[in-house]
């Protein structure tokens, strides 16, 4: 299984800009570039406490390593991964709203996804980085500088995930107001697509933790 073909934060940003007409022009500065705007001084100084703790897990051993190297790490990223698909595309479903209803249902249960996605990949992080903290002195130290970036991102990353629903509205009203045939099935669909590419961008630290534990464990005698 590769999942990293499957996530891909610009398809998100596609999709939306696609769905409200909007213009997205393409950046020329780096990660390191656009994470600076995002941290401000005291985020700043907790990623520099972070990084200078971390290296006291270097001359740590530990306990669970061995068991922990043969953990199907994958397969419970994949799982739980399928369950969400499941949910969106399945109980997610927006078919049978009614065509006069207008917006809110669809808002509502975008909200509903939303909830529900946020709280399965949470737990799933944590899994994930106590079974990283178990293997090896680098991947603690992984798993912690991740716990910290959380701390420092996720607020920001769900006020930008909040305003996904707004932009989905103005490409309800466009739909609406040109009414062509099969216009909310169009939408419905869109819908769904956009919702999937949320979850897979949400899942991207996830997927990057995974895939550091699988080469590590790869390298491991």
């Avoid at 939408?187 to 956009?194: D, I, M, P």
Wanted: charged share 25%; glycine share 4%.
């Amino acid at each position: 299984m590769h999942l990293r073909r499957n996530f891909s934060s610009s398809r998100l940003v596609r999709l939306l800009s696609e769905a409200a007409s909007v213009d997205v022009d393409a950046s020329r500065q780096d990660v390191a570039e656009k994470l600076g705007l995002w941290l401000g001084t005291l985020d700043t100084l907790q990623l520099h406490a972070a990084h200078q703790s971390i290296k006291a897990f270097a001359e740590e051993t530990p306990s669970g390593a061995r068991a922990t190297a043969h953990h199907p790490l994958e397969e419970d990223v994949q799982r739980v991964r399928s369950a969400m698909v499941q949910a969106i595309t399945a109980n997610g479903s927006t078919k049978a709203i009614e065509a006069d209803a207008g917006y809110a249902p669809f808002r509502q249960r975008y909200l509903e996804q939303q909830r529900h996605i946020e709280s399965k990949i949470a737990s799933l992080r944590s899994h994930v980085r106590q079974v990283l903290s178990r293997a090896s002195p680098r991947l603690k130290q992984l798993a912690y500088l991740d716990t910290v970036m959380d701390q420092v991102i996720g607020a920001r990353e769900q006020r930008l995930m909040s305003t996904v629903p707004v932009l989905l509205e103005k490409r309800f009203e466009q739909l609406r107001r040109a009414q062509a045939d099969g216009w909310q099935g169009t939408f419905c669909q869109e819908w769904q697509e956009v919702l999937l590419a949320e979850m897979n961008v949400r899942l991207q630290p996830v997927v990057g933790l995974m895939e550091a534990f699988s080469n590590e464990v790869t390298k491991s005698p």
